[in-house]
């Protein structure tokens, strides 16, 4: 089966600029996850949503912002980009609960603010 | 706050040596604990998980991990590495109970095998 896919691979923007990065879940999968991932600072995790709802959110500013659809695609967008927010940013999805199963990963969108 | 840490941040063996990659969390409740990996260029894998029961999980790849609760640990380790071992090695914990899918991770181990 597909997994999980991440939209697009590789982004260069501008500092000020915002940006939306797209994630689609494996069929049938209904919660996602986002992380970013930088050298030295690991995978920190930015917010889920399940079913639509936001259900879980990390410690960024409100400059990072996401969404879900009702086919469990997810969208995620940084306004006012910083310097500091070029990354890896990776798309985690899941059927439910993770005690359940377990978090499927994409390969990322590496964005890189100049 | 709740935090992940793994100690060895770059790791060389040659081929055939015994791996052990450290992995302590700080959180008082109940934890489901999971290492994952990211081969060059690849996506994260799940290589292992523990939610409960035998604290001895054996993965994918010839590799086992031991949760000893009381020192709050969760080392990762294979008795013979090879050369396709070469990866990042990561350590989460899902520490919410349940409610969310959130993971707190390690800040990644960088395995390097030398054929």
């Known amino acids: 089966k597909a997994g999980v896919t991440q939209t697009p691979r590789y982004l260069i923007k501008t500092r000020g600029q915002q940006v939306t990065l797209s994630c689609s879940p494996i069929s049938g999968h209904r919660s996602v996850s986002w992380y970013q991932q930088t050298p030295g600072q690991g995978l920190q995790f930015l917010f889920e949503?399940?079913?639509?709802?936001?259900?879980n959110k990390g410690n960024f500013p409100g400059r990072f912002s996401g969404r879900q659809f009702s086919n469990s695609r997810s969208e995620m967008n940084v306004s006012t980009l910083e310097l500091g927010d070029s990354a890896l940013y990776l798309c985690a999805s899941s059927v439910d609960r993770i005690l359940n199963t377990e978090a499927f990963f994409g390969q990322g969108t590496r964005l890189t603010v100049v | 706050a709740q935090s992940v840490s793994q100690h060895n941040h770059h790791v060389i063996l040659s081929e055939a040596a015994s791996l052990e990659l450290g992995c302590n969390y700080s959180?008082?409740?109940?934890?489901?604990l999971f290492w994952y990996v990211q081969y060059p260029g690849q996506h994260l894998q799940l290589l292992l998980k523990?939610?409960?029961?035998?604290?001895l999980v054996k993965g994918i790849k010839g590799f086992e991990a031991e949760f000893i609760k009381s020192k709050f640990s969760f080392n990762l380790r294979k008795p013979s590495v090879q050369w396709s071992d070469t990866a990042e090695y990561f350590c989460a914990v899902h520490p919410d109970g349940g409610a969310t899918n959130k993971l707190i991770f390690g800040t990644g181990t960088l395995l390097a095998v030398q054929p």
């Open positions: 949503y399940f079913s639509e709802t936001q259900r």
């Open positions: 523990y939610f409960s029961g035998d604290p």
């Open positions: 959180y008082g409740g109940t934890v489901n």
